[in-house]
């Protein structure tokens, strides 16, 4: 059972390059969700999904894109990478979006931007 | 000001000992309230759940709200080396977004 996978788990990019990150689940949530974690700062939602083609905007969503084609999948798109950019992705899921559905999480793509 | 403070320690105790970790939040309209554990280089995993006021037990970890003073803690009981980890609180309203703390390092020594 693999739970959330995220690939890759490391990258290096330079500024104004462009990447995706990729997040499968394989529970069948319908709820998706894409943080960041910087030291000191905590997650901070970026983009979530209540499902396939339905996505919303978190509190930090300048300067990415998310799509939403099947429930597997939610990939994270920079577009113009920027060293503010630098930090530890997370995607999460959960089955219903309920507060007492817990959310699990992927391992993390850890994103340098130089 | 944030919506969640937690102090991010580092908190050292021996083996056995009592923890107390905790956070504040400014939002009085936070209803469900939750305890991560995250490992080195891993994601976060819940570990406690709560809604709204009260204390919740599970095992050795207790989990308190406080809504009047808009606190919540989370105790663990006889530590363990294996409960060395990054502790984040995390509270929300409707459950689309998910308000964390900064995290707590944890280390516990044998």
């Known amino acids: 059972n693999a739970g959330v996978t995220q690939t890759p788990k490391f990258r290096i990019l330079k500024i104004g390059q462009s990447m995706t990150l990729q997040c499968t689940q394989d529970?069948?949530?319908?709820?998706m969700y894409w943080y960041r974690q910087d030291p000191g700062m905590g997650l901070k939602l970026i983009y979530y999904?209540?499902?396939?083609?339905?996505?919303d905007k978190g509190e930090v969503p300048n300067g990415y894109n998310v799509s939403r084609s099947t429930t597997e999948d939610f990939p994270l798109r920079l577009e113009l990478a920027a060293p503010s950019q630098t930090s530890v992705y997370f995607c999460?899921?959960?089955?219903?979006?309920?507060?007492?559905?817990?959310?699990?999480f992927g391992d993390g793509t850890r994103l340098s931007i130089l | 000001q944030k919506e969640v403070e937690q102090d991010p320690g580092p908190l050292s105790v021996p083996e056995g000992a009592i923890v107390s970790l905790n956070c504040t939040y400014s939002?009085?309209?936070?209803?469900?309230f939750m305890w991560y554990r995250q490992y080195s280089r891993k994601g976060p995993e819940l570990l406690m759940y709560?809604?709204?006021?009260g204390n919740k037990e599970d095992g050795r970890f207790t989990a308190q709200v406080d809504k009047s003073s808009k606190y919540i803690s989370l105790f663990i009981r006889d530590s363990q080396p294996s409960d060395s980890a990054t502790y984040l609180c995390?509270?929300?309203?409707?459950?689309?977004?998910?308000?964390f703390g900064t995290g707590t390092s944890l280390t516990v020594i044998p």
């Open positions: 995390a509270m929300t309203l409707t459950g689309n977004q998910f308000y």
């Open positions: 709560t809604y709204s006021s």
């Open positions: 939002n009085s309209a936070f209803q469900y």
């Open positions: 999904s209540v499902g396939a083609g339905i996505t």
């Open positions: 999460a899921s959960s089955y219903s979006g309920q507060p007492d559905q817990p959310q699990h």
């Open positions: 529970m069948n949530h319908n709820y």
